[in-house]
């Protein structure tokens, strides 16, 4: 699985999304919503992938597992939450809020929602087994539809409105993610038609916005998030399945790939900031890309040069 060109994918749609106020035509934003929901999608796909892979490969407690997920992405959370913190992009009053925006819940739902994914996660995993997280997706459907028929507000787009509703959506779509590493992933890449599946399933996914929009018919929104589940996984065993040649795209993918969470987390305190005001399009669009992959990969080195010193110190103090 090509996880390095899915990232940079999801990416680019989640910061695409937005950037409305940078393009001057407001919809090059790949629709806002739209683009966010795939690329996070993507991400959480990914993740559930990711771990599913990992419980193949050893299995370990549940507190010790929780940690090492932790201490993946905190790190890169409190060095760019902390410099925002300190350049006044994150408003913090004492200690509670300062640990509040530092810690958890944080400003970004994913990081809320991902910590308490992880312990669901676990659980699911370790009670049915990687091949049977499709019965668990499937079950969610039932509060899925009670919350949106009781809750949501269906006078609008509200599916991925702020709120907790998404979430059962996004643990799904983990599930998802999960489900796609137990099987034999090189068999279903194989597959003859999957590039016009995935067509199909772009089609059907666009179609059915385009119908809610022109129609105004939101209480049926429930099948955008529908027609986002073959959506991905074609995405998956079509897009995923490239195997890149050229070595320069090879490393210019896995670079920006692999600092994909420090973009997600930094590209917003750029667009929050007055940086870009006075800019017109497309110098605008030239510095947010500038300042956004230069920070991201300068973090990324700093986090990994502080990590193999402190590594380099415990193999020291053991000898």
Request: charged content about 10%; hydrophobic content about 55%.
């Amino acid at each position: 699985m090509n996880s390095p060109l899915l990232n940079m994918l999801a990416m680019f749609l989640v910061v695409n999304s937005h950037l409305d106020s940078v393009y001057p035509i407001e919809t090059l934003a790949t629709g806002g919503s739209i683009g966010n929901s795939i690329g996070n999608s993507i991400f959480f796909a990914l993740s559930g992938y990711g771990l599913a892979m990992s419980f193949k490969k050893a299995r370990a407690t549940f507190v010790t597992w929780y940690i090492r997920r932790v201490k993946r992405i905190y790190p890169t959370v409190v060095v760019v939450i902390g410099v925002a913190c300190l350049i006044g992009l994150e408003q913090v009053n004492g200690l509670f809020s300062l640990l509040q925006v530092l810690i958890w819940p944080t400003s970004f739902w994913f990081i809320e929602a991902i910590l308490l994914f992880y312990i669901l996660f676990y659980g699911v995993e370790r009670f049915l087994g990687l091949d049977k997280s499709i019965y668990m997706l499937l079950f969610l459907f039932v509060p899925y539809f009670i919350f949106y028929y009781s809750f949501v507000d269906l006078t609008y787009f509200s599916i991925e409105a702020p709120g907790h509703f998404k979430w059962l959506f996004y643990f799904q779509i983990m599930l998802l993610g999960a489900y796609i590493a137990s099987k034999d992933v090189e068999v279903i890449c194989r597959k003859k038609y999957k590039w016009l599946l995935l067509t199909l399933t772009v089609f059907v996914y666009f179609g059915i916005k385009i119908m809610l929009k022109m129609t105004g018919h939101m209480e049926y929104q429930f099948a955008v998030h529908l027609s986002t589940f073959p959506l991905i996984f074609f995405i998956f065993v079509s897009i995923g399945s490239v195997k890149l040649k050229n070595g320069l795209v090879s490393r210019f993918v896995g670079l920006f790939g692999g600092v994909a969470f420090e973009v997600y987390l930094i590209h917003v305190y750029i667009l929050h900031s007055n940086i870009l005001n006075k800019l017109e399009f497309p110098v605008n669009l030239i510095v947010f890309l500038f300042m956004a992959f230069s920070l991201a990969i300068l973090t990324s080195k700093v986090l990994a040069s502080i990590a193999s010193i402190y590594e380099k110190r415990l193999v020291v103090s053991h000898e």
